[in-house]
């Protein structure tokens, strides 16, 4: 009896993970330059798709081992890569072009999967990058604006869940989400944008959300500007100087650091010309179940503004509960706001890896984007900064805290991704 429900038990689970490929030949089957190229390729678009430097360097070893046995060196940088297969082939790519686009995040992810099993041609795995790094979004812009303003409120009922702020954050997230998306095809327009949107957006929110600022101008402005706070950057620039990927971590945390000062330039300029916002009373909070209906809302307008892949909605917002549950989890049992990112980092990566085996689920790179999303440690960054500019109430104590708060999401992402690679190489050998 308990062996036919043991086999039945283990055939559904192989029936629910994904299909396994195996090498189409051994390694040195093809030229040293075709093998450069294709880890050109494939390097330089995980560098696009905001990969830590270290696990694009380490990939790209794992590939090379199935395709050569000539000695493969790589410098990677968060714009710049150098390939060197043998004393044949060389390769060099720069790029300045990141993306957030989550299709293409997992259709690269997913070539990467097949070159780390030998499973396809480099001029095949060549092609399928170029394929998918030209490949547009899902959504049209409107649909697109929609989804950012539906994200917003999701972050809006995180940050500051009150009746009152809604109305705003849905204006505000339109305003935002409309501005990105009118300067998304002129690249010229990426220095400024931070600043204009951050103006735009205290200028409206000081002038016309007044009512729903009363928790403080700077928590209703925030989750508007969550697409162009350096979140992504501080975090993954922690994870590279913590790796000693020193050049390319130091350069990243410069980038974010700049950019978020770009915004805090611009919400001074907005305070100066639109005035201070008259306190008011405190609007009454939602209830502790305004968490759980943020996850639900801020998975949907993720899966729209990012544009993810098909049929991935219950992934991503499983991937949003997982982190912002395991922040609150850590904060409470931590009795510290930076503390619960490290248990919401730590959580999320083995969550994504695990999930990623399952047949209906996305690529692990887009459970993982999302979740890094949903933490938002650069709301906090820009809050206390522009408090500071703005004179307000942040000390060194408050900006600290903030540090602290990017720091623990790179340490808990660290943790997970460590224990996880060690229980999964004992899985397989054993």
Known sequence: MTEPST?????????????????LSGPD????????????????????????TQQVTARLLKIAARYTTDTVRTIVLPTVLVI?????????????????????????????????LGAITPSDAVKAVDAARAMNPRFGAVTSVIGYAIT???????INPTWASLPGYLFLGVVVGAIITIGRPFPWLNSVLPTLAATVVTMLATWFVADAANDGLLRVIAPALVAILPGMSLTIGAMEVASSQIIGGASRLVYGVVQLMLLVFGVAIGVHIAGRVAPQAPSPQMGPWALYAAIVVIGFGL??????????????????????LGQQLGSTVLSSPYGGGVIGAFLAVPFAMVAARVR???????????????????ALSFESLSEAATGGGADVGSLGETVAAI????????????????????AQRT
Request: no cysteine; glycine share 8%.
């Open 84 to 116: 060197q297969v043998g004393t044949v082939g060389y390769e060099v790519e720069t790029s300045t072009h990141a993306t957030v686009q989550l299709d293409l995040a997992g259709r690269i992810d997913a070539i990467a999967e097949l070159a780390e």
């Open 360 to 378: 209906t689920s996305p690529p692990a790179i887009v459970m993982m984007l999302t979740a890094f999303w949903s933490l938002v440690p650069g």
């Open 407 to 426: 720091f623990s999401i790179a340490l808990g992402t660290l943790v997970g991704w460590s224990v996880f690679n060690a229980f999964n190489s004992r």
């Open 152 to 158: 917003t409120v999701g972050f809006g009922m995180v």
């Open 7 to 23: 086999s039945r038990i283990h055939r559904m689970l192989r029936a629910m993970r994904k299909e396994a490929h195996g090498a």
């Open 303 to 324: 899966y729209i503004y990012l544009s993810a892949p098909k049929g991935s909605l219950f992934w991503l917002t499983a991937a949003v509960a997982v982190a912002l």
């Open 29 to 52: 089957s093809y030229d040293a330059a075709e093998v450069a190229s294709m880890l050109r390729a494939i390097g330089i678009a995980l560098v696009e798709v905001e990969q830590p």
